[in-house]
């Protein structure tokens, strides 16, 4: 029960936080010391979302600003993955959901707050993480994502096996765009077409996914 109170201080504290402005902030932000731990970790998460610039003299030193909590050997800090996003417009989705929900996350293995600070390439797949003591409220936004570049188990099989080329200067430096979904089922069953693009020549194609032995 005492955790599940401390979620929701925490919650509530960001909530307010998220309300104030940048120099109501850094205002509160050199009264640190009057705060309480939770009130402490819920205002160091608002600034650095925000990119605020606090003077160190004026606040406690952290031993590793970024992220605020991932030193910590609070269990209730501890980083847990919700989910993997595999394009920016899944992870400005999710985003949206998190920010509404207000549950700070943090995205990659930079560990960055915002989409915009993500320097991961997501074709490759970027990890979303919360603290553990607000997972219990991830359920509802989770429930309304919806991510349309999810790639399928077929497919991550299938690129494991064979590398894929580019058709006109055969280099490996390829980036897969997205999933083609059919409109309406075929009478042929043809295959799903994927869309990719050439990261060295940058030429463009569809074709159904798997590479081929020469």
Same mark, same amino acid.
């Given at each position: 029960?005492?955790?599940?109170? *401390?979620?929701?201080?925490?919650?509530?504290?960001?909530?307010?936080?998220?309300?104030?402005?940048?120099?109501?902030?850094?205002?509160? @932000?050199?009264? +640190?010391?009057?705060? =309480?731990?939770?009130?402490?970790?819920?205002?160091?998460?608002?600034?650095?979302?925000? %990119?605020?610039?606090?003077?160190?003299?004026?606040? #406690?030193?952290?031993?590793?600003?970024?992220? #605020?909590?991932?030193?910590? %050997?609070?269990?209730?800090?501890? $980083?847990?993955?919700?989910? =993997?996003?595999?394009?920016?417009?899944?992870?400005?989705?999710?985003? =949206?959901?998190?920010?509404?929900?207000?549950?700070?996350?943090?995205? %990659?293995?930079?560990? *960055?707050?915002?989409?915009? *600070?993500?320097?991961?390439?997501?074709?490759?797949?970027?990890?979303?993480?919360?603290?553990?003591?607000?997972?219990?409220?991830?359920?509802?936004? $989770?429930? +309304?994502?919806?991510?349309? +570049?999810?790639? @399928?188990?077929?497919?991550?099989?299938?690129?494991?096996?064979?590398?894929?080329?580019?058709?006109?200067?055969?280099?490996?430096?390829?980036?897969?765009?997205?999933?083609?979904?059919?409109?309406? #089922? =075929?009478?042929? +069953?043809?295959?799903?077409?994927?869309?990719?693009?050439?990261?060295?020549?940058?030429?463009?194609?569809?074709?159904?996914?798997? *590479?081929?032995?020469?």
């Amino acid at each position: 029960m005492e955790g599940h109170d *401390a979620g929701a201080e925490w919650l509530q504290l960001s909530e307010r936080y998220r309300r104030m402005s940048d120099g109501e902030l850094l205002v509160l @932000g050199q009264q +640190n010391f009057e705060l =309480t731990e939770i009130a402490q970790q819920s205002l160091a998460s608002e600034i650095s979302r925000r %990119g605020l610039k606090r003077q160190s003299e004026e606040l #406690p030193a952290r031993p590793d600003p970024s992220p #605020p909590f991932d030193s910590s %050997g609070d269990e209730d800090r501890e $980083l847990v993955e919700i989910c =993997t996003v595999w394009s920016l417009s899944d992870a400005l989705q999710l985003q =949206t959901l998190l920010d509404r929900a207000g549950i700070p996350f943090f995205m %990659g293995p930079e560990k *960055a707050t915002g989409v915009e *600070a993500v320097t991961s390439n997501f074709v490759n797949g970027v990890s979303v993480q919360v603290m553990r003591i607000g997972l219990p409220w991830t359920r509802q936004p $989770l429930s +309304n994502y919806m991510p349309v +570049n999810e790639p @399928g188990p077929k497919q991550e099989a299938e690129l494991d096996e064979l590398p894929v080329r580019c058709p006109r200067c055969e280099s490996t430096e390829v980036i897969f765009e997205g999933l083609i979904a059919h409109p309406a #089922p =075929t009478k042929d +069953n043809s295959s799903p077409q994927y869309e990719w693009t050439c990261d060295s020549c940058g030429h463009q194609w569809k074709d159904d996914g798997i *590479a081929k032995e020469e």
